[in-house]
């Protein structure tokens, strides 16, 4: 089989709508939320945008290990699925579960402890440390409870069942809007707390989450994500290490993906305040847009690893194809929303008239790249991940970003003082690399790697 017919193309885009629609959506209320918050805090000003801004970047790093441990399982509950082995379903469950805790725990008690220390390394303001460190201190301890939602979430997506975790997103995420509402503004009888408000919102929140994962997985019949003592924490040596020969790679590339990201943010701090301010702005709002790619290439990768699960290794590569041009189509169609619309969206914030124009420039310039980003997202995340591909995925985004991206934003800045949004064009540039030696992996077909069998 070398080219796929119209019945298989409406196949494929019916798979894909259907697992990605939800997965959008729920992505969509995250950041929706995300920017609800940074404008009910921006009524604060610009000090209190760049001091959650900052603050935030901790859970920026933990969800990005939480993205790549639950990525890697997302690989295998996918090929378990296909497969038809609950029991292995089960096994994954309960590694992501137990290991992504810990790692959660730590950065929960460097947040609670020592929030003075995790500011000073983004950000030399007094101000933006003393209010980033308030937010810190409380909203710390709930990233272990993200740990455990994270896990069941990918692992109801990866069976099949996306509709759940938005439910359960939609209730909690509410929960969040609400609260933020009534405790940074003090409406009614709650207590005016402005940014520590934010943060116990969040962290109510995510215990609601964590309940409502576990009352349903538990209860609901023929559930296929059910943390079992016998089978979840049922751990053998040869187990664990074919897990972490993929999950390290996975893990590895996402966190230091985000670190990178950090790396970005700090290059952009040494312009100013204001700078920062803009792109706290910039990324709620373009993360509002570019929850379609992501959810794109979470939906790619889980029907490539199960095709691969279930033996359908060609299947899985015509898919392949039809995702990358379905890419381009949503890329496109992205960057003429963003273009169009973030205008409107910059002006609700409370900010001044040279971060408003900073803002709106450099999302007209990510309106621009987002066919190219929607690409390189399905190739990394969806096509070579999905398929197994772990340690070449892993190669292939660490070298984009850290021998292009990083370094040119810091030359952009330090040596040539550019503007913000030409910043954002220049590291761009990772994007093409990682493009066009991705399609070549894909097109020897050396990226499939059946991980059951």
């Known amino acids: 089989m070398t080219k796929f017919s119209a019945k298989e193309r409406n196949i494929f885009l019916k798979q894909t709508i259907a697992l990605s629609i939800p997965i959008i959506i729920q992505m969509l209320l995250i950041n929706g939320v995300t920017f609800a918050d940074t404008l009910m805090i921006g009524q604060l000003g610009e000090t209190s945008i760049a001091a959650v801004g900052v603050a935030s970047q901790m859970f920026f790093l933990v969800t990005m290990f939480l993205y790549g441990i639950t990525s890697a399982g997302g690989i295998f509950f996918s090929q378990f699925w296909g497969a038809k082995d609950k029991h292995g379903v089960q096994k994954v469950l309960g590694i992501i579960i137990v290991f992504s805790v810990i790692i959660c725990g730590i950065a929960a008690l460097l947040s609670t402890l020592f929030p003075h220390i995790v500011m000073n390394i983004f950000t030399k303001d007094a101000a ?38 938005l439910m359960i997103s939609l209730i ?11 405790l940074i503004f003090g409406i009614g009888s709650f207590p005016e707390l402005g940014i520590a408000g934010a943060a116990i919102s969040t962290s109510v ?63 952009y701090s040494k312009i100013g305040t204001d700078a920062l301010a803009a792109v706290q702005v910039i990324e709620s709002i373009n993360n509002l847009f570019f929850v379609s790619i992501s959810g794109l290439g979470s939906a790619v990768a889980i029907i490539v690893g199960t095709k ?29 929303l963003i273009f169009i619309i973030s205008p409107i969206f910059v002006q609700q914030f409370n900010i001044n008239a040279d971060v408003s124009e900073m803002a709106i420039n450099s999302l007209k310039v990510l309106a621009i790249l987002q066919p190219l980003k ?10 070579l991940r999905g398929a197994g591909d772990a340690t070449y995925s892993m190669l292939l ?5 850290w021998l292009i991206g990083v370094p040119v934003a810091f030359i952009s800045v330090l040596i040539f003082e550019m503007p913000l949004p030409l910043i954002y064009l220049m590291v761009g540039s990772e994007e093409i690399t990682k493009l066009f030696i991705g399609l070549k992996r894909i097109k020897s077909k050396k990226y499939i790697h059946n991980l059951v069998n």
């Open 128 to 165: 933006v440390i003393e209010s980033g460190s308030t937010y810190l201190r409380i909203v710390g301890f709930s990233y272990i409870l993200s740990a455990i939602s994270f896990s069941y979430a990918m692992g109801l997506r990866s069976t099949g069942d996306a509709k759940t975790p």
């Open 172 to 182: 909690s995420l509410s929960i969040d809007v609400i609260g933020n509402y009534l």
């Open 205 to 267: 929140s995510r215990i609601v989450e964590v309940l409502l994962y576990w009352i349903i997985t538990t209860f609901r019949k023929d559930c296929p994500i059910k943390f079992s003592f016998k089978y979840s924490l049922n751990f053998n040596r040869a187990f664990i290490k074919r897990f972490f020969k993929i999950a390290l790679p996975v893990v590895f590339n996402d966190i230091l993906w985000s670190v990178g990201m950090v790396c970005y943010k700090i290059a």
């Open 308 to 336: 691969i699960g279930e033996n359908k290794e060609e299947e899985a590569h015509l898919f392949t194809i039809f995702s990358l041009f379905f890419a381009i189509i949503l890329g496109l169609l992205v960057g003429i």
């Open 374 to 383: 929607a690409l390189t997202m399905v190739e990394v995340v969806g096509i």
């Open 397 to 401: 985004e660490m070298g984009s970003i």
